[in-house]
């Protein structure tokens, strides 16, 4: 039977046969074996990026600036990925009672490098599919009556705000909403919206950690402080969070946190996480029941208890974490903001209005600003058929850019000349 390196490399018969028929496999070997030494950081830091770009199945032409909504899993983590299949299919584990059904078990070579990698306890987190299946957990499972509040930002994604919705019109809470500045200028303006909002029926604070709306870094440590202070409930979306920079669940002190890996870390479609502070986590209902939904013993661990998954996602998902860790959260994290700060200053240059907050500390990896004329549908379907640039924003005139570490300089030099080139085109200048 053909193993995986077998597979890649042959080059006659059936092997080469679905090699053609399979232009991804065909990549994967392409890929270096290996990544850049970091000592290439001191005698050429673009050289360093540059190598690491040929890590991603993007084509050489394209310039993808969307990792807000979903990242390119780079060749470390598909590989990871036909590993798991490769090893799981066989139907060959050593345990007649052990097959390869994620939602059954812990899963603990998967839960401890994920919880060492976001700073919280192996029994503290479950693995999900994303954030807006752990955030409607939340909401499903905390206890609220009529008339309790849930207290959230206007820039939530309809993944953090529609589990609440559902709850409200179900149940009878009510939720409300506090109105952010465009832009936010610092961590102050946001305590306060959140101070003068709460009212006696204030159960819950829910609020992204970094928004998917403009991409500001809301003090998440600050507001989880202020909710415990008042008794109320800190649940936090950090969906943009893992993988752009630095993150410590249990420094920032919230009660439960949210994330989907497959935007920043680069992680496989479908592999996510929920972290419930130990000392909550009692106080959550499961919302998918299975065998272990009502056993205390299991912590975390029986909301992961989700029924037949797909297990090597989880194995890419542990890769995406070798892979941070191997580059360096702290370079992921610095080239992250100089990415990002040099692509707003050229955005102001031509005369955007900044929705990216001027205080450094608030933003990382996204830039939005406002571009009026421009209609963003039109720009985004023009970049992207015309020039090979995936863009996102929001109508009708908001550009939401994403820097990830492997973009070069002169990806975002050619976006900001066909950005020029169809102001021209269209006479918007």
Known sequence: MLDRRHFLS?????????????????????????????????????????????????????????????GSSPAPVLRAIFDGYNTTEKMDQQDPEDYP??????????????????????????????ATEANSYIANGIDLKPGDEVLMTDQEHPGGEHPWNLKAKRYGIAVRKVTLPRPVKNAAQVLNLFNDAITPRTRVIFFSHITTFSGVILPAKELSAFARSRGILSAVDGAHVPGMMRLNVHDIGCDMYSASPH?????????????VRDEVIDRLWNTIATAGWDEPKLRAERFQRIGSSNVPALWGLRASIKLANDIGLDRIERR?????????????????????????ALRCAIVTVNVPPIVRMDLENWMWKTHKIRIRGG??????????????????????????EYKHEKKLL
Request: glycine content about 4%; charged content about 25%; some cysteine.
């Open 395 to 420: 109508d009708p005139n908001k550009l939401r850019l994403s820097t990830p570490y492997y973009l070069q300089k002169k990806d975002i030099e050619r976006f900001l000349e066909k950005l020029d």
């Open 336 to 360: 992250h903001r100089t990415l990002a700060d040099y692509t707003l200053a050229e955005m102001i240059r031509r005369g955007a209005e900044s929705w990216t907050s001027p205080d450094p």
């Open 101 to 130: 059904i994620w939602g059954y078990d812990a899963w603990n070579e998967f839960r401890d490098p994920l919880a060492a990698f976001v700073g919280c306890k192996r029994d503290e987190i479950a693995l999900l599919r994303n």
């Open 263 to 275: 935007k920043w870390l680069m992680a496989p479609k479908g592999s996510g996480f929920l972290c």
């Open 10 to 70: 042959a080059t006659t018969g059936l092997a080469a046969t679905l090699a053609l028929r399979s232009p991804l496999l065909a990549q994967l070997e392409k890929a270096p074996a290996n990544l850049p030494d970091h000592s290439l950081l001191d005698k050429n830091e673009d050289a360093y990026w540059a190598e690491l770009r040929q890590q991603f199945l993007i084509p050489a032409d394209e310039i993808y600036l969307n990792n807000g909504t979903v």
